[in-house]
Every structure is written in structure tokens, then in C-alpha cells.
């Protein structure tokens, strides 16, 4: 009797097994990567068209978040300065230093310097940045420590689990009223997270903390 | 345990409710339509439709853009996006937050004082100004749609000069030469429309001033001869405000105070605050030729051909005694004891009742209407006076009679549109040819800018200064939020220009003017609070005169109408798509106008759609026939739409529509059918017609079909008598006095936060004007879908107005039927029956009380859309914003409208479109489903601004009333109140007890969050067919339904606010 199933059929089961799994190997690391808020670009650091450093301004000058980010606490967007907020100083200090020949271009012709948006919110998420800072919410949350960082990165996933992980638990991060521009502060205790979870316990007790978890929350 | 749970079967007695001829008559290819979701095809892709795309064609065009997407793995990249922070820090401005500006709309019979919202320096939003006195924070219509004006992507943008594109210096140039050769003016003409602009006037003045021989014109197209009526009977620098809160008595004669003759909101909602039927109702008459809004909230109607109304009111008059003369005369038939009872009425209310007779109608007929309020003691009492600057301009035919004269050469159009809209005797656009230099300035390249030999681009009143009157008589600023978008010039601009004076950008025009009318005043209050706060000057009327002459035309034949439009008015908003789409309040009528007739009539004209409705098949459906109507051997072509309740041998055909091809812009192209045409100056308003049948048909796109809800008492409704004797009538209607304990099978979700948000509808006050429907359309960026998707179902209003007529008892009677108005929006369910079917968790409760939507959840079932017992939800078969929804040609394939050629069509919507859009709410893709949220972003915004507030402290709580919905803020009635069901002060929770409080479809147990108020009418008990009106509980069914009968109402009860228990324990199963 004649073979039923010719010669090559014999390595047939082994080539169906190998694409099987050099196609599930792909699905599995293509799902890994872009199906977790792990691919929400953290770590993205672009090329900024002023080489702006948030290091020298924040931590060795001292400056103050609400200088140039003005808006902060009153609207949605914290607003990136004008031109002109930058010049309320360099018109003085560091004014033929090339590398802020951008910002002297952006002032001359008035046109905008193009800023590469590095935080960003889909247009049908309303993050609101005034009702985080005004309730205790520090900036170092959402941002990490800009205020050493020379050129700014992403730090956190910003995910919507991400932010619902805070809605959730707001102790993990609320701070007293007056150290929430300061980014370094740390709640006093040996362990500081331990600390924290008291202290932030507390405060959402007293200021009546509940972040909304419903959808409407944020989309609208 | 398994429950099937029965609808209620319609009542067999008492008050039939019914939205069209069909329905009333209940035939099979109705209930047919009826028991379909959407109607036939309407969720399937049209393929073979008008639209001639075939399904073939269309796969090889996905095949064929699926195979190109995969060049190049672009999507696999995230773009690089940039901030363009501004240069130089503005005063003011606050990224992310809206600034407000008071303003007003220049209006015929006075400014619409306005308080506008701008986001990032565009103007997106327009509500009124609340701290104008007259005011009340309401708009209208036409206020709230304006904004699509501006950002009016067809819109002029250049300077045209001998046909070819220019420029401003070109045109200042040819300016400057054509005004030195004029010398004295004479020969030198103005036309342009109603205006009480003082720095209008004190240009005017200068102008005259350099140039004396040159004249002015003035010219109304809505036909309005209010203005000489009232100089006529009172003198000049006069005109009328009325206080209808003293009235008890209202007639109104062919007159539409509430609709589109109503001159601001003010006379709305006075009238409207005294339909409370816990205080002293008024009552209201209306005589009128076809439905109107004013006509749907009368307690009595008579139904008159507009040509009878002089007839009308000379009976009228001398059943009041008051001397009237005529000649001719007309048998008025059946109504002499409606009049006698009318006046009988009238006269108890002497000095407290008011006439109103139509703006429309011959000065002498209107001077009569005067001579009546007088001998009623109204004049003084309802009807006052206040200052205007004297008119001192010609009329449009002064100008004609000129220019036929040749003693014109010079001619300059500001903002009206003569070629379209003179009568059409006057034959202008060849008239327009014998003037040598013809300069128009306008927003549009309407037909008159294309006549002449100047177009000058003008500016919408958001971005050009001026200022006005409002009809009360306060000064008010016109301020612009935005430099012209095209570098146009205001009327003012173009004034100054020939005067001789300096264009300034800013405000120095009307500051000039503001510094005489006003001095020592403050100017930069006067901007802030948007009216100038000195008491109008009231100036005392007296009425000069004995009634004048009345001529009575013959009402033998057939009549035909012409009043102004309700949404587009005479025709300059013609490129507005909100107006377009919006249906009618009376006729749900979309994208076109049409002739309004009776059953009766067209019967007699052998009409097939109108003479045998009940046995055409679904597709003749929307088919109307045409009929060529002939006026003064002019004719026109229109299709026909019975109306119920309107006068037989009586047409009606809105103006403003049919503008010719090329004159208007994508939106506007080939809408409707040009009234104008009809129209001559010795009968402008009502004429004597000839109509033929043509045996065409034509598709109008009506949405009084859609979204039935078979016959529940969803509208209810009592006389003033009934009320007092039983208040709490509404909550037993029908079946809600017989409603078991119910039980859900669903949890009922946790009402965890403090505020609970609810909404309350007077259905006694709702006109059914439709603002809040283009308001809603503003704040929550709905787009508008276009003519065929109308008639395809797919109109995506939020809230819309459903109109009811009522008839009295079986009979199928469709000729004098009563009207009520519904404003429908998401009744945000606490048990909603969209929840429980979404399969993905993308419409959910939230623990304010809100049936909220997550776009991005939506995956497009549209099962939600199916169990909804509102029909309320909207889904986005196309991506309309994204894609033009007119018809465009791609390569060689056929013409068909942008939305089906998919990936084919040009993407993107209009930058200037783009610029309306409320940047607090998603603009919605293709395949998501939508409904109203009562705005939550106003809700969002009103919680975080307490959070801010609250900063270090626990006061979370949102003030009183603070948060308005949009519907609530522009309703002029004051119909609608959003707010906190549970804090006590609120005035929706006041109105929470409300015996006239009821909630739709109780029975289900949804629980609905928005409740409505029943409707009371006040008839007059000795008026003829005054026992039939709202009664809705006839003798025989109170005997088998009412209290005490076998399984008869219950006792009223209060329908539970709120689950009182945020947690049921798990009993509910």
C-alpha cells in the first residue's frame, strides 16, 4: 500500500509548531509592550528648541513653579510662560547667551517658540490641574522632581489606571497646603511612607477628599 | 419570578394626543413605522439611494484604502506635539478659561443685550445678559444661532471690485475718486436695513453734513410695517413696550408676540410668569391664518384667513363699541359669537388686557388694533411708550421710484440684500443696472454683492463695534471679542470712510457717541455691565386720531401668506445649518419651507399625498406634491404640507429660502423655495393665488415621525377649573394611579454624592420656541447631519421638542386641534434601561444621579438606543465633523454627499467651523453613541471651582443654583429649572412638591430625574367649544377609571424623590 501523506509531510507538525510560536512570541511581546500603561512614553525626552533647564531655575535659583507656569492654580492648563515672562529677566541677565537665541527670535517676531508638548491628556480626558494643586496634590506626583531635572523627562505612565490608582488612595500623596510647590519635601518619619500614609490619612479625613472615580469625572 | 411587564393600552376615551395626520388616523403603514426602531434602511448604509454609490464600488474603494493605509506603519508612530505659547503675555487671558463679555445683537425692534463667552478669544457661546433689566439671562433663536454666522465657512473674505478679488486699498482708493466726483451727494443713496445704532444715525448725520443732497433708505424684508403703524397712531420717536404682567387678558391678531414677531425676550417671559395657575392666569386669544407658537399657547383659537382679519376686527371693534369705518365687507361665518365672546372678556379687563394686531398687516388695520387697546384704557396701562430717535430715512421704494427716475448714480448697500429680497415688481437687479457705482457691503456674497460693481466684505457684530437700543430703551454697547476674521468693515467703518472721517480699529466711534448720549458716565462700566444704567426715557403716548378707514378685501379664493421664517427670518441666516436642521416648532419641517395648507384645501385641490395619506406606502412617505402657485402672473413651484389647524383657502409660504444658485454658500445651496418671488410691493403680505397640481413629487424632511412614543399620557394637561377643584390630577393620570410595587432586578445605583441632580419642565410655560435645542447644539458641539440623514432618522439633537396636537374625543378631527409642547431630552434615569444592555460599561450611573456616556468606551451597539423608552439617544452613523456632509465629486466616481465616501472625502473639519466648538466637550467620532448629560461639564466646572474655593477646609458645597444647564440659561419662559434635588433651597427642589408634578412612564420604574409640570389653559367657560378644551377626563371615563370605581386611581401619591436607601440590600431580584 502506497503512503497515504507524501515525504514532506513528515516536518510538516514541526513548521506549524515553530510559526505557531514565533506568531504567539510576537503577540505576546506586541501585547506586553503596547496593550500596558507601560507604553505611555515614560522616559520620553525630547529636544527642546531652548535648551531650558528646570535644575538651574528651580533648585539653585529657588524659583518658585508659579513664576512662570502663572496659571496653575486657577485653570485647567498649567500654562507654559510667554516669551515675555522669560524676558522679564534675561532682557537683563544672560542676554547674548546663544543658546537662548530662540526666546530673542520668539520676542523680536512675536511668534511662538515651538515647545515640544511632552505631558499629554487625550482630548477626551479633562484633567484638571487647579482642583489637584488647590487640594493638596503636589506637582512632583504627576511630574516627578522637575525641579532637578536639566532636561525634562516623562516620568510617570499617566495612564487612566495610573490616575485612578490616586483617586482610589489619595492619602498616598496628599500633602499640606504649603508643600505642595515644594518638591522635595518629604513627611518627616523614618519611613517615609509610612509617614506619608498618616499624614495624607488625616488630611483627606479633614478636607473632605474624594476623588471622583465615576466616568464622569474626566469625560465629558 | 417572571414578570411580562404590559404597557398600558391607550385610553379609548377622553383627549386624543397625536403628532401627525397618520397617527390620528392610525393607519397600517403608520404602525408599521411606528414598530420599527429606525425606519427601513436607515441603519444600513444607503447604497443605491440618491446617492448612487453601489456596494460594489464602495468595497473595492475600502479594499483599495485598507491596502494603502499599510505604507509606511505611520500609525505606529506618535506625532510630535507642539505648544505655541504666545509671545507676548495677554491682559486678561487665561489659557483654559473662558472669558465673558457683555455685548448685544443689533435687532429690527431693538438690541438682544448678550453676555458672550469667548474661550482662547473666540466667541463660542452666546447667553443673555442677566444684569440687563430686561433681559433675564435669556436669548432667542436666532441669538443663539447667530455664532454659526460668524464662523460662516462661505462667508466673504475678500474685497471684489469689476468681479475680480481686491483689496482694502483698492477699494479706498476707487472710494476716494467716486466721492470726488459726487460734489453735493445729489445722486449719492443709502439702502440699508432697520437700524437704531446712535453712532449709526450720528454718521448718518455726517455724512449728510459733507454730502447734503445724498439720501437715505431704509428697507425691512420681513415685510414688518409695525414702525409706520405705531408713527401713524402715536407720532415719530416713538415705539411700544408692553407689560404683559398686568394683563389678564390677551388678544392676539394674527400676531405671533411669542414667536416671531416677539421683539426681545422680555414680553415672553412676562407673559409667561403669568401662566402660574397658582396665581391669576391670564387668558389668551389668537386669531391666525396658520399654527403659530403664539397660537399653541392660546386657551382660544379661531382660525382665520389673514385676508378676514380686517373683517375681523371691525366686527371686533364694534362689539367693544369703538368706531370703525369700512368698506366692503366679508362673511366671517361661524365666528361672530367667538367675538362676541372674545370682547365680552376683553371688556371685563378694561385697562388690563392688551391687543396685539400682526406686524404685517395694513398700518390702517394696525391703527385700529390701536384704537381698541384705547377704548379699553390699555394704552398707558399695558401698552407704553418709549423714546426713539425720529426715522429719517426713505423707504425702499422711494429709492425705486429714484433710480427709475435716474437721479441715482451712486448707490451704497450696507447689509441688506435687495436683489433677493424687494418685491418682485420692483424688479431691482435690473434696476441695479442703471446705477453707474453700486457698493455693497455684507457678510455673504449674496446676490446683491454680485450685482454690484463693489463688494466690501462687512463683520458680524461680534467682532465690530457699534451700539444700540433695546426695546425698553436702554443704550447698550455692541463690543467685539475677536478682530474681523476677514479684515471686513463695518457699516460703520464704510460711513465714516464717506464721511470723511478716520477708520479707527477700536472703540473711538461709539465712544464719540457714548460721550454725547451719556456724559459723565463711565465708560469702561458701561462695557463690563453691557448697558448703560440710567432709566429709559419713557415717553407718554397718546394716541392721535379716530380709527381710520378700513378696507376689507374680498375673501373670495384662495389666499396666500407670507410671513418671515421662524428660524431664518427674511434669508441672511440662509447659510446657517443649526437654523436648518432645527425643525419647525409647528410643522417639524427641516432644510426647506413648503406651502402650508389644510386637509381641506388640498382636498379640493386633488392633491394625492394630502387627499389619501392613509394608504401610500412607506416610501412616499416624505413625498409632498408641488403645486404651482401663481400670484400676479408670477409663479412658483412648491411643495404642499398639510398642516392641522390651519384656515382653509389659505396659504402659507415662509420667506427667506430658495436663494438662486451661486448666492449662497454650501449650506444653503438649493434649500427651499423663494416666497420673494411672490411677493409684490402692493400686496406684500397677503395675496390672492391661483394654484395648479403639477403631479411632481418632492421629499421633505420631516421629524414629527420620528421617535414616537405610542400613546401614554406623556403629555398632560387640565383647564384652570379642573385644577382648582383637583391638583394633583396629573399624578394619577392614566395609569399612574394604578401602579403596583415595583421591583427591579438591577441594583440601583449608589446615590453616594450630596448633590443629586434633577430637572423640572413646565410644560404650562414651554412655547416650544426651540432655543434651548440650538443652545444645546452650541454648548455640547453637536453637529448637524444634513437633509438626507433627516429623513434617514439620524438628526442628532439632544433635546428636542415634541409637538403634540390634541383632539377631543374619538372624533378624527384634525382641523381645530389643540397644541402642546414637550422638550425631550435624557430624563437621566436612576433605573436606566441603557445601563444594564451596554456591553462594554460605556453609559453608566454616577453618583450625583447622572446617566453619564464615556465616548471612548462606546464601541457603537447601539443597544442602549434600543431600550431606551425616550428615544433620546443619538448615534453617529457618520463622522460628521470630520467629513463634508454636502455632495462633492471624488476622481470619477458619482456625486454623492461627503459622509459616504468614507476615507475618500476631503477629512478635516473647516478651521473657522472649528473655532465655534466649546473646547469643554468631546467632539464625538462616527459609531458613538450621545444623549444629553444636563451638561455635565457646567457641573464639572461648578465642583472643581468649589473644590478650589475650599482649597484647606471641607466646605465642598456647590452654591445654591449656581449651575445652570444651557437649555435652562437661554429658555426665554423660564420653562426649565436644573438643579440640586436634595438641597432644599433650590429652586428645583422647590418646585419638587408641585401638585402639577408628574414623571414620564412611571410605571417602568426608570425613575426619571427630569419631571415635568402639567399644562393648565384657562379657557373661557361661556366660549363655544370652551367644554371640550383639556378635557381630559370626560364623565364616562372618570365613572370606569376614577377614584372609587373597581380597580379605579388610587389616591395620589408622591412619586419617591430619590432611593432613599443609597445601598438596597440584595432584595432586588
Known amino acids: 500500500m502506497a503512503n497515504i501523506f507524501p515525504r514532506w509531510s513528515n516536518q510538516l507538525p514541526l513548521k506549524v509548531l515553530v510559526c505557531v510560536a514565533v506568531l504567539g512570541a510576537a503577540i505576546t511581546c506586541g501585547v506586553a509592550y503596547y496593550f500596558t500603561p507601560k507604553y505611555t512614553r515614560v522616559g520620553y525626552q525630547p529636544i527642546q528648541p531652548v535648551p531650558f533647564q528646570h535644575d538651574i531655575h528651580v533648585n539653585q535659583l529657588g524659583m518658585d513653579c508659579r513664576y512662570c507656569h502663572s496659571n496653575v492654580e486657577v485653570s485647567a492648563h498649567s500654562n507654559i510662560p510667554t516669551a515675555q515672562t522669560c524676558m522679564n529677566c534675561h532682557s537683563q541677565i544672560q542676554k547674548n547667551n546663544p543658546k537662548l537665541a530662540a526666546l530673542k527670535t520668539a520676542w523680536e517676531t512675536g511668534l511662538p517658540l515651538p515647545w515640544v508638548r511632552i505631558h499629554y491628556a487625550p482630548d477626551y480626558a479633562y484633567f484638571n490641574h487647579s482642583v489637584h494643586v488647590n487640594r493638596g496634590v503636589s506637582c512632583v506626583s504627576c511630574h516627578g522632581n522637575i525641579n532637578r531635572m536639566e532636561v525634562v523627562w516623562h516620568d510617570q505612565p499617566q495612564s487612566m489606571s495610573w490616575c485612578l490608582d490616586c483617586h482610589r488612595n489619595p492619602e498616598k500623596h496628599v500633602r499640606p497646603m504649603e508643600q505642595v510647590f515644594n518638591l522635595d519635601w518629604k513627611p518627616e518619619g523614618k519611613d517615609p511612607q509610612k509617614a506619608q500614609n498618616e499624614i495624607g490619612t488625616q488630611l483627606v479625613k479633614e478636607w473632605a477628599i474624594r476623588p471622583p472615580q465615576n466616568c464622569g469625572g474626566c469625560h465629558r | 419570578m417572571k414578570r411580562?411587564?404590559?404597557?398600558?393600552?391607550?385610553?379609548?376615551?377622553?383627549?386624543?394626543?397625536?403628532?401627525?395626520?397618520?397617527?390620528?388616523?392610525?393607519?397600517?403603514?403608520?404602525?408599521?413605522?411606528?414598530?420599527?426602531?429606525?425606519?427601513?434602511?436607515?441603519?444600513?448604509?444607503?447604497?443605491?439611494?440618491?446617492?448612487?454609490?453601489?456596494?460594489?464600488?464602495?468595497?473595492?474603494?475600502?479594499?483599495?484604502?485598507?491596502?494603502?493605509?499599510?505604507?509606511?506603519?505611520?500609525?505606529?508612530?506618535?506625532?510630535?506635539?507642539?505648544?505655541?505659547?504666545?509671545?507676548?503675555?495677554?491682559?486678561?487671558?487665561?489659557?483654559?478659561?473662558?472669558?465673558?463679555?457683555?455685548?448685544?445683537?443689533?435687532?429690527r425692534g431693538g438690541a438682544m443685550p448678550l453676555m458672550v463667552t469667548t474661550n482662547d478669544g473666540r466667541p463660542t457661546k452666546i447667553e443673555g445678559n442677566l444684569l440687563h433689566p430686561s433681559s433675564g439671562g435669556s436669548t432667542d433663536l436666532q441669538a443663539q444661532a447667530t455664532i454659526l454666522d460668524l464662523y460662516n465657512p462661505d462667508r466673504s473674505r475678500t474685497f471684489v471690485g469689476h468681479g475680480q478679488k481686491s483689496e482694502r486699498s483698492e477699494f479706498e482708493r476707487y472710494l476716494k475718486d467716486l466721492l470726488g466726483k459726487v460734489g453735493t451727494g445729489a445722486g449719492m443713496a443709502f439702502l440699508s436695513d432697520v437700524s437704531n445704532s446712535p453712532t449709526r444715525a450720528r454718521l448718518q448725520k455726517e455724512v449728510l453734513a459733507k454730502y447734503p443732497g445724498a439720501k437715505f433708505h431704509v428697507y425691512d424684508p420681513t415685510g414688518s410695517l409695525q414702525h409706520e403703524a405705531v408713527a401713524s397712531a402715536f407720532g415719530d420717536g416713538v415705539a411700544l413696550k408692553y407689560n404683559l404682567e398686568k394683563a389678564n387678558v390677551i388678544l392676539a391678531v394674527d400676531s405671533d408676540f411669542l414667536g416671531i414677531d416677539a421683539i426681545g425676550t422680555e414680553v415672553t417671559r412676562q407673559f409667561s410668569r403669568r401662566r402660574n395657575p397658582s396665581g391669576k392666569m391670564n387668558r389668551l386669544y389668537a386669531v391666525e391664518n396658520r399654527y403659530t407658537i403664539t397660537g399653541g399657547m392660546a386657551d382660544h383659537r379661531l382660525r382665520l384667513k389673514a385676508s378676514l382679519v380686517p373683517a375681523f376686527l371691525v366686527a371686533l371693534a364694534k362689539e367693544l363699541g369703538v368706531a370703525a369705518t369700512a368698506t366692503g365687507t366679508a362673511d366671517l361665518g361661524a365666528s361672530?359669537?367667538?367675538?362676541?365672546?372674545?370682547?365680552?372678556?376683553?371688556?371685563?379687563?378694561?385697562?388690563?388686557?392688551?391687543?396685539?394686531?400682526?406686524?404685517?398687516?395694513?398700518?390702517?388695520?394696525?391703527?385700529?388694533?390701536?384704537?381698541?387697546?384705547?377704548?379699553?384704557?390699555?394704552?398707558?396701562?399695558?401698552?407704553?411708550?418709549?423714546?426713539?430717535?425720529?426715522?429719517?430715512?426713505?423707504?425702499?421704494?422711494?429709492?425705486?421710484?429714484?433710480?427709475?427716475?435716474?437721479?441715482?448714480?451712486?448707490?451704497?448697500?450696507?447689509?441688506?440684500?435687495?436683489?433677493?429680497?424687494?418685491?418682485?415688481?420692483?424688479?431691482?437687479?435690473?434696476?441695479?443696472?442703471?446705477?453707474?457705482?453700486?457698493?455693497h457691503v455684507g457678510l455673504r456674497t449674496d446676490a446683491t454683492a454680485q450685482a454690484a460693481k463693489w463688494h466690501v466684505p462687512g463683520t458680524h457684530f461680534l467682532e465690530s463695534w457699534d451700539d444700540a437700543f433695546t426695546p425698553d430703551g436702554t443704550y447698550v454697547p455692541v463690543q467685539p471679542m475677536i478682530l474681523p476674521l476677514f479684515g471686513g468693515l463695518s457699516i460703520n467703518d464704510v460711513l465714516s470712510l464717506v464721511a470723511g472721517l478716520p477708520v479707527p480699529t477700536g472703540a473711538e466711534l461709539v465712544k464719540a457717541t457714548f460721550d454725547?448720549?451719556?456724559?459723565?458716565?463711565?465708560?469702561?462700566?458701561?462695557?463690563?455691565?453691557?448697558?448703560?444704567?440710567?432709566?429709559?426715557?419713557?415717553?407718554?403716548?397718546?394716541?392721535?386720531?379716530?380709527?381710520?378707514?378700513?378696507?376689507?378685501?374680498?375673501?373670495?379664493?384662495?389666499?396666500?401668506?407670507?410671513?418671515?421664517?421662524?428660524?431664518?427670518?427674511?434669508?441672511?441666516?440662509?447659510?446657517?445649518?443649526?437654523?436648518?436642521?432645527?425643525?419647525?416648532?409647528?410643522?417639524?419641517?427641516?432644510?426647506?419651507?413648503?406651502?402650508?395648507?389644510?386637509?381641506?384645501?388640498?382636498?379640493?385641490?386633488?392633491?394625492?399625498?394630502?387627499?389619501?395619506?392613509?394608504?401610500?406606502?412607506?416610501?412616499?412617505?416624505?413625498?409632498?406634491?408641488?403645486?404651482?402657485?401663481?400670484?400676479?402672473?408670477?409663479?412658483?413651484?412648491?411643495?404642499?404640507?398639510?398642516?392641522?389647524?390651519?384656515?382653509?383657502?389659505?396659504?402659507?409660504?415662509?420667506?427667506?429660502?430658495?436663494?438662486?444658485?451661486?448666492?449662497?454658500?454650501?449650506?444653503?445651496?438649493?434649500?427651499?423655495?423663494?416666497?420673494?418671488?411672490?411677493?409684490?410691493?402692493?400686496?406684500?403680505?397677503?395675496?390672492?393665488?391661483?394654484?395648479?397640481?403639477?403631479?411632481?413629487?418632492?421629499?421633505?424632511?420631516?421629524?414629527?415621525?420620528?421617535?414616537?412614543?405610542?400613546?401614554?399620557?406623556?403629555?398632560?394637561?387640565?383647564?384652570?377649573?379642573?385644577?382648582?377643584?383637583?391638583?394633583?390630577?396629573?399624578?394619577?393620570?392614566?395609569?399612574?394611579?394604578?401602579?403596583?410595587?415595583?421591583?427591579?432586578?438591577?441594583?440601583?445605583?449608589?446615590?453616594?454624592?450630596?448633590?443629586?441632580?434633577?430637572?423640572?419642565?413646565?410644560?404650562n410655560t414651554c412655547t416650544g420656541c426651540s432655543t434651548c435645542t440650538i443652545a444645546c447644539q452650541a454648548e455640547n458641539n453637536i453637529p448637524i447631519v444634513g437633509k438626507q440623514q433627516v429623513i434617514n432618522n439620524r438628526e442628532m439633537h439632544w433635546l428636542r421638542i415634541d409637538r403634540y396636537f390634541a383632539t377631543a374625543g374619538d372624533e378624527h378631527n384634525e382641523t381645530e386641534p389643540e397644541m402642546v409642547m414637550q422638550p425631550m431630552g435624557c430624563q437621566q434615569c436612576e433605573n436606566a434601561p441603557c445601563e444594564t444592555v451596554c456591553p462594554v460599561n460605556a453609559t453608566v450611573h454616577s453618583p450625583d444621579g447622572l446617566n453619564v456616556m464615556a465616548y471612548n468606551r462606546c464601541i457603537g451597539t447601539r443597544y442602549c438606543a434600543n431600550n431606551c423608552p425616550f428615544k433620546v439617544r443619538r448615534f453617529n452613523f457618520f463622522n460628521y465633523n470630520e467629513r463634508p456632509i454636502e455632495k462633492i465629486k471624488v476622481g470619477i466616481l458619482p456625486e454623492a454627499s461627503g459622509l459616504y465616501y468614507g476615507p475618500l472625502a476631503p477629512k478635516g473639519t473647516e478651521e473657522l467651523t472649528k473655532m465655534q466648538k466649546n473646547p469643554n466637550v468631546t467632539v464625538?467620532?462616527?459609531?458613538?453613541?450621545?444623549?444629553?448629560?444636563?451638561?455635565?461639564?457646567?457641573?464639572?466646572?461648578?465642583?472643581?471651582?468649589?473644590?478650589?474655593?475650599?482649597?484647606?477646609?471641607?466646605?465642598?458645597?456647590?452654591?445654591?443654583?449656581?449651575?445652570?444647564?444651557?437649555?435652562?440659561?437661554?429658555?426665554?419662559?423660564?420653562?426649565?429649572?436644573?438643579?440640586?434635588?436634595?438641597?432644599?433651597?433650590?429652586?428645583?427642589?422647590?418646585?419638587?412638591?408641585?401638585?402639577?408634578?408628574?414623571?414620564?412612564?412611571?410605571?417602568?420604574?426608570?425613575?426619571?430625574?427630569?419631571?415635568?409640570?402639567?399644562?393648565?389653559?384657562?379657557?373661557?367657560?361661556?366660549?363655544?367649544?370652551?367644554?371640550?378644551?383639556?378635557?381630559?377626563?370626560?364623565?364616562?371615563?372618570?365613572?370606569?377609571?376614577?377614584?372609587?370605581?373597581?380597580?379605579g386611581h388610587g389616591p395620589a401619591k408622591n412619586p419617591d424623590e430619590l432611593h432613599s436607601n443609597p445601598e438596597p440590600a440584595g432584595a432586588h431580584h
Open chain 2, 924 to 1047: 464625538r467620532i462616527r459609531g458613538v453613541m450621545e444623549k444629553c448629560t444636563y451638561c455635565i461639564q457646567r457641573i464639572e466646572e461648578g465642583r472643581i471651582s468649589s473644590r478650589i474655593k475650599a482649597g484647606a477646609s471641607d466646605k465642598l458645597r456647590i452654591p445654591t443654583d449656581s449651575i445652570q444647564s444651557a437649555c435652562m440659561q437661554a429658555c426665554p419662559t423660564e420653562a426649565i429649572t436644573f438643579g440640586d434635588l436634595r438641597d432644599p433651597d433650590s429652586a428645583v427642589a422647590k418646585l419638587l412638591d408641585n401638585p402639577r408634578r408628574y414623571r414620564l412612564l412611571e410605571y417602568l420604574d426608570v425613575r426619571t430625574r427630569t419631571s415635568y409640570l402639567a399644562r393648565i389653559r384657562n379657557p373661557n367657560p361661556k366660549m363655544p367649544g370652551a367644554e371640550k378644551i383639556a378635557d381630559i377626563y370626560p364623565d364616562e371615563y372618570e365613572s370606569l377609571h376614577g377614584e372609587g370605581a373597581p380597580g
Open chain 2, 516 to 763: 454725547t448720549l451719556a456724559a459723565g458716565t463711565d465708560w469702561p462700566k458701561f462695557l463690563q455691565n453691557g448697558y448703560l444704567d440710567i432709566p429709559a426715557a419713557v415717553a407718554p403716548l397718546a394716541f392721535r386720531g379716530s380709527a381710520p378707514m378700513i378696507t376689507i378685501p374680498s375673501d373670495k379664493g384662495i389666499e396666500i401668506v407670507f410671513p418671515p421664517d421662524y428660524k431664518i427670518s427674511d434669508g441672511h441666516s440662509i447659510d446657517n445649518g443649526w437654523l436648518h436642521e432645527l425643525p419647525d416648532p409647528i410643522t417639524k419641517l427641516t432644510w426647506d419651507n413648503a406651502a402650508l395648507i389644510s386637509r381641506k384645501t388640498a382636498t379640493s385641490l386633488d392633491l394625492a399625498r394630502a387627499s389619501d395619506p392613509l394608504v401610500r406606502s412607506d416610501e412616499a412617505h416624505l413625498d409632498s406634491d408641488v403645486v404651482k402657485i401663481t400670484v400676479n402672473g408670477r409663479s412658483l413651484e412648491v411643495p404642499v404640507l398639510v398642516t392641522p389647524g390651519h384656515a382653509d383657502d389659505s396659504i402659507t409660504l415662509p420667506r427667506g429660502y430658495g436663494h438662486a444658485p451661486g448666492t449662497t454658500g454650501k449650506i444653503g445651496t438649493g434649500v427651499g423655495f423663494n416666497a420673494f418671488q411672490l411677493i409684490s410691493s402692493t400686496t406684500p403680505y397677503v395675496a390672492v393665488a391661483t394654484v395648479e397640481r403639477t403631479g411632481k413629487q418632492y421629499k421633505l424632511a420631516l421629524t414629527q415621525e420620528h421617535n414616537q412614543m405610542e400613546g401614554r399620557a406623556l403629555v398632560r394637561e387640565a383647564t384652570a377649573e379642573k385644577f382648582a377643584k383637583e391638583p394633583e390630577f396629573a399624578k394619577t393620570m392614566h395609569i399612574d394611579g394604578h401602579i403596583p410595587p415595583n421591583i427591579s432586578l438591577y441594583k440601583s445605583p449608589p446615590l453616594t454624592m450630596p448633590e443629586q441632580w434633577g430637572m423640572m419642565i413646565d410644560l
Open chain 2, 4 to 107: 411580562i411587564l404590559q404597557h398600558p393600552t391607550e385610553v379609548a376615551t377622553g383627549k386624543k394626543y397625536w403628532r401627525n395626520v397618520e397617527e390620528l388616523a392610525d393607519t397600517p403603514s403608520f404602525r408599521g413605522w411606528l414598530a420599527r426602531e429606525f425606519p427601513q434602511g436607515a441603519a444600513e448604509m444607503e447604497l443605491d439611494g440618491p446617492d448612487g454609490l453601489s456596494r460594489r464600488s464602495f468595497v473595492q474603494i475600502m479594499g483599495a484604502s485598507l491596502a494603502l493605509a499599510g505604507f509606511g506603519f505611520s500609525g505606529c508612530r506618535r506625532p510630535e506635539i507642539q505648544f505655541a505659547a504666545l509671545s507676548k503675555s495677554v491682559e486678561w487671558s487665561i489659557p483654559g478659561k473662558a472669558l465673558y463679555y457683555a455685548s448685544a445683537m443689533p435687532r
Open chain 2, 336 to 439: 361672530a359669537e367667538w367675538i362676541k365672546e372674545c370682547a365680552t372678556d376683553l371688556l371685563s379687563a378694561k385697562g388690563t388686557s392688551l391687543v396685539f394686531v400682526g406686524p404685517h398687516q395694513p398700518v390702517e388695520v394696525q391703527a385700529l388694533g390701536f384704537a381698541i387697546n384705547q377704548a379699553l384704557g390699555n394704552i398707558g396701562s399695558t401698552i407704553l411708550g418709549v423714546a426713539v430717535p425720529p426715522a429719517a430715512a426713505g423707504t425702499l421704494a422711494d429709492l425705486v421710484a429714484s433710480i427709475k427716475a435716474k437721479a441715482i448714480s451712486t448707490l451704497f448697500i450696507l447689509e441688506s440684500n435687495p436683489v433677493y429680497t424687494a418685491p418682485a415688481d420692483f424688479q431691482f437687479a435690473e434696476l441695479l443696472k442703471s446705477v453707474a457705482d453700486v457698493i
